[in-house]
């Protein structure tokens, strides 16, 4: 299933919607270049669990950790890390056995660390600036699954 949105309060309703859907345990991989609106979804996401603060990226510390919602919501930024073993060093089991919602930006680094049951979706700047997000979406009809890291 695809998506287009054509601004960030588009792109932050997308994360609320998804948020409705997630339970405790549920695992986001996502995946798409700078400023592909990942982080922003993630706000709209953060929002709809009930977190009631900031919500940004965590390129540089890696993770944050987001509280005060139904679930706790941890949030991973990949993309600066080399290898699989620095993201176990920083605690990445422990917090993947956690019963809030993990989120993964640049999951794709390091798929094989993420759980089976992971939704994937992919972020794409179109032309025109809207994003296309593809993968596995809130369901607005029958629900297209994607079973692994989107290719491309």
């Keep these: 299933m695809e998506r287009v949105v054509r601004n960030e309060a588009e792109m932050e309703a997308l994360g609320e919607e998804?948020?409705?859907?997630?339970?405790?345990?549920?695992?986001l991989a996502l995946v798409g270049g700078l400023g592909a609106g990942k982080t922003r979804m993630v706000k709209g996401l953060a929002r709809g669990i009930g977190h009631p603060g900031e919500v940004t990226s965590p390129t540089f510390s890696l993770v944050h950790e987001y509280r005060g919602?139904?679930?706790?919501?941890?949030?991973?930024?990949?993309?600066?890390l080399k290898s699989a073993e620095e993201l176990l060093?920083?605690?990445?089991d422990e917090i993947v056995d956690e019963p809030g919602i993990l989120i993964v930006e640049w999951a794709d680094l390091f798929p094989d660390l993420l759980p089976p049951e992971t939704r994937?979706?992919?972020?794409?700047?179109?032309?025109?600036?809207?994003?296309?997000i593809s993968g596995q979406l809130p369901p607005s009809g029958p629900r297209n699954p994607a079973p692994g890291p989107p290719s491309g």
């Design 18 to 27: 998804l948020a409705a859907e997630l339970a405790g345990g549920g695992v």
């Design 69 to 80: 919602g139904r679930l706790p919501v941890f949030h991973f930024d990949l993309y600066r």
């Design 89 to 92: 060093g920083i605690g990445w």
């Design 120 to 132: 994937w979706l992919r972020f794409e700047v179109l032309p025109d600036g809207a994003r296309r």
